[in-house]
Protein backbone atom coordinates (compact mmCIF):
# COMPACT_ATOMS: atom_id res chain seq x y z
CA UNK A 1 0.00 0.00 0.00
CA UNK A 2 1.14 3.50 -0.91
CA UNK A 3 0.05 6.63 0.85
CA UNK A 4 0.50 10.18 -0.70
CA UNK A 5 -0.76 13.31 1.11
CA UNK A 6 -0.46 16.56 0.22
CA UNK A 7 -0.29 20.01 2.27
CA UNK A 8 0.24 23.67 1.51
CA UNK A 9 -2.75 24.33 -0.09
CA UNK A 10 -5.16 27.48 1.17
CA UNK A 11 -6.82 30.87 0.97
CA UNK A 12 -4.17 33.61 -1.12
CA UNK A 13 -4.54 37.17 -2.85
CA UNK A 14 -3.97 36.81 -6.43
CA UNK A 15 -0.44 37.82 -7.47
CA UNK A 16 1.10 35.74 -4.47
CA UNK A 17 2.99 32.44 -3.85
CA UNK A 18 1.97 29.27 -2.60
CA UNK A 19 3.90 26.24 -2.12
CA UNK A 20 2.20 22.47 -1.91
CA UNK A 21 3.96 19.63 -1.38
CA UNK A 22 3.16 15.93 -1.24
CA UNK A 23 5.10 13.39 0.51
CA UNK A 24 5.15 9.62 -0.05
CA UNK A 25 5.09 6.53 1.96
CA UNK A 26 4.03 2.82 2.40
CA UNK A 27 5.58 -0.25 -0.20
CA UNK A 28 7.44 2.00 -2.80
CA UNK A 29 10.40 0.85 -4.62
CA UNK A 30 11.01 3.32 -7.48
CA UNK A 31 8.70 6.30 -8.63
CA UNK A 32 9.32 7.50 -12.01
CA UNK A 33 7.10 10.43 -12.94
CA UNK A 34 5.44 12.83 -10.17
CA UNK A 35 2.83 15.20 -10.92
CA UNK A 36 0.09 17.54 -10.21
CA UNK A 37 -3.49 17.38 -11.67
CA UNK A 38 -5.93 20.14 -10.11
CA UNK A 39 -9.70 20.20 -10.62
CA UNK A 40 -11.51 23.38 -10.78
CA UNK A 41 -15.64 23.15 -10.13
CA UNK A 42 -17.06 21.64 -13.47
CA UNK A 43 -14.10 21.23 -15.30
CA UNK A 44 -12.48 18.10 -15.84
CA UNK A 45 -8.98 17.32 -13.73
CA UNK A 46 -5.89 18.46 -15.56
CA UNK A 47 -2.76 17.86 -15.68
CA UNK A 48 -0.97 20.72 -13.99
CA UNK A 49 2.92 19.90 -13.92
CA UNK A 50 5.05 16.77 -14.37
CA UNK A 51 8.80 15.67 -13.35
CA UNK A 52 10.36 12.74 -13.81
CA UNK A 53 13.23 10.32 -12.39
CA UNK A 54 15.80 12.04 -14.83
CA UNK A 55 14.37 15.92 -14.12
CA UNK A 56 12.65 16.59 -17.00
CA UNK A 57 9.61 18.78 -16.34
CA UNK A 58 6.40 19.35 -18.66
CA UNK A 59 3.82 22.08 -17.58
CA UNK A 60 0.52 23.26 -18.86
CA UNK A 61 0.95 26.36 -20.88
CA UNK A 62 -1.34 27.91 -18.34
CA UNK A 63 1.22 27.55 -15.65
CA UNK A 64 4.51 28.25 -17.57
CA UNK A 65 6.54 30.62 -15.84
CA UNK A 66 5.13 30.58 -12.95
CA UNK A 67 4.66 27.66 -11.56
CA UNK A 68 7.85 25.52 -10.72
CA UNK A 69 7.84 21.57 -10.37
CA UNK A 70 10.73 19.83 -8.14
CA UNK A 71 11.30 16.31 -6.38
CA UNK A 72 13.33 15.23 -3.37
CA UNK A 73 13.80 11.21 -4.38
CA UNK A 74 15.50 10.89 -0.68
CA UNK A 75 12.38 12.42 0.78
CA UNK A 76 10.30 10.79 -1.67
CA UNK A 77 8.12 13.92 -1.68
CA UNK A 78 7.62 16.21 -4.84
CA UNK A 79 6.62 19.74 -4.18
CA UNK A 80 5.24 22.64 -6.94
CA UNK A 81 6.22 26.40 -6.09
CA UNK A 82 3.36 28.22 -7.51
CA UNK A 83 3.77 32.39 -7.82
CA UNK A 84 1.83 34.90 -9.44
CA UNK A 85 -1.32 33.19 -8.61
CA UNK A 86 -4.60 34.09 -10.41
CA UNK A 87 -8.22 33.59 -9.62
CA UNK A 88 -8.63 30.56 -12.37
CA UNK A 89 -5.86 28.71 -10.37
CA UNK A 90 -8.12 28.19 -8.01
CA UNK A 91 -9.15 24.10 -8.13
CA UNK A 92 -8.32 20.95 -5.46
CA UNK A 93 -4.81 20.28 -6.35
CA UNK A 94 -3.86 16.61 -6.63
CA UNK A 95 -0.40 15.07 -6.38
CA UNK A 96 0.29 12.02 -8.22
CA UNK A 97 2.90 9.54 -8.84
CA UNK A 98 4.17 6.16 -11.06
CA UNK A 99 4.99 3.82 -8.06
CA UNK A 100 6.61 0.19 -8.17
CA UNK A 101 6.24 -1.58 -5.11
CA UNK A 102 9.27 -4.12 -5.83
CA UNK A 103 11.32 -4.46 -8.53
CA UNK A 104 9.12 -7.67 -10.32
CA UNK A 105 6.02 -5.57 -10.36
CA UNK A 106 4.27 -3.56 -12.93
CA UNK A 107 4.02 0.20 -11.96
CA UNK A 108 0.73 1.81 -11.05
CA UNK A 109 -0.11 5.57 -10.79
CA UNK A 110 -1.34 6.74 -7.29
CA UNK A 111 -3.26 9.56 -5.78
CA UNK A 112 -3.18 12.03 -3.25
CA UNK A 113 -6.46 13.07 -1.54
CA UNK A 114 -5.85 16.54 -2.81
CA UNK A 115 -5.78 19.92 -1.21
CA UNK A 116 -7.97 23.17 -1.57
CA UNK A 117 -5.94 26.46 -3.47
CA UNK A 118 -8.78 29.24 -3.56
CA UNK A 119 -6.86 32.63 -4.84
CA UNK A 120 -9.07 35.78 -4.08
CA UNK A 121 -9.33 38.77 -6.65
Known amino acids: QVQLVESGGGLVQAGGPLRLSCSMS????????MGWYRQAPGNQRELVASINSGGITVYADSVKGRFTISRDNAKNTVYLQMNSLKPEDTAVYYC???????????????WGQGTLVTVSS
Open 96 to 110: SAEIRSSWWSKAFDA
Open 26 to 33: GSIFSINV
